[in-house]
């Protein structure tokens, strides 16, 4: 079973997309990032950084539970985890792939949402926001 530490967001949305694809048995447990969640140190227990989303795998690699955050490393996580259903074996294939998982993190995955949960408040309670992120 998967926990899914999550929120409807597209970087969230990707991992919900993958385990619906990937037929994987999943809970989502929510956190409201509109209320300051992911601060709790429930979550922080199972990432360094304060952003959905995050896993528990409670059979992870040697049948023990394991976390991951990141979503393109869950991405990966989850293809290999399935038999690499969702990136290609060969070679060309998966550097290809690999590269356009790479281009949507650095390029194109902004969390929409961050402008709406950079209020002052949440501000206070986040040293590693980045300033162009506070401002916005
Ligand atoms: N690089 C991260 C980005 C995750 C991210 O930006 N998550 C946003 C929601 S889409 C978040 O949790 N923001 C909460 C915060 O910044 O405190 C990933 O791909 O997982």
């Known amino acids: 079973m998967i926990e899914v530490w999550s929120w409807p967001t597209p970087n ?3 991992v919900h997309i993958a385990l619906e694809e990937l037929g994987l048995e999943y809970k989502v447990i929510p956190v409201n990032i509109g209320a ?3 601060f709790k140190p429930e979550f922080l227990k199972i990432t360094a950084n ?3 989303p995050a896993i528990v795998d409670t059979d992870g690699p040697g049948g023990k539970p394991f976390t ?9 996580y989850l293809s290999e985890k399935t ?13 290809k792939c690999l590269e356009w998982i790479m281009f949507q993190m650095a ?9 709406t949960i950079s209020a002052p408040t949440l501000q206070k309670k986040s040293p590693m926001r980045s300033s162009a992120t506070r401002t916005r």
Do not use: T
């Open 50 to 52: 304060h952003r959905i």
């Open 107 to 115: 390029a194109s995955a902004r969390c929409s949402a961050n402008g």
């Open 12 to 14: 969230g949305h990707k």
């Open 83 to 95: 038999g690499g259903k969702l990136i290609p074996k060969d070679p060309f294939g998966r550097y």
């Open 68 to 76: 991951l955050f990141e979503s393109a490393a869950i991405l990966i």
């Open 36 to 38: 300051g969640d992911q």
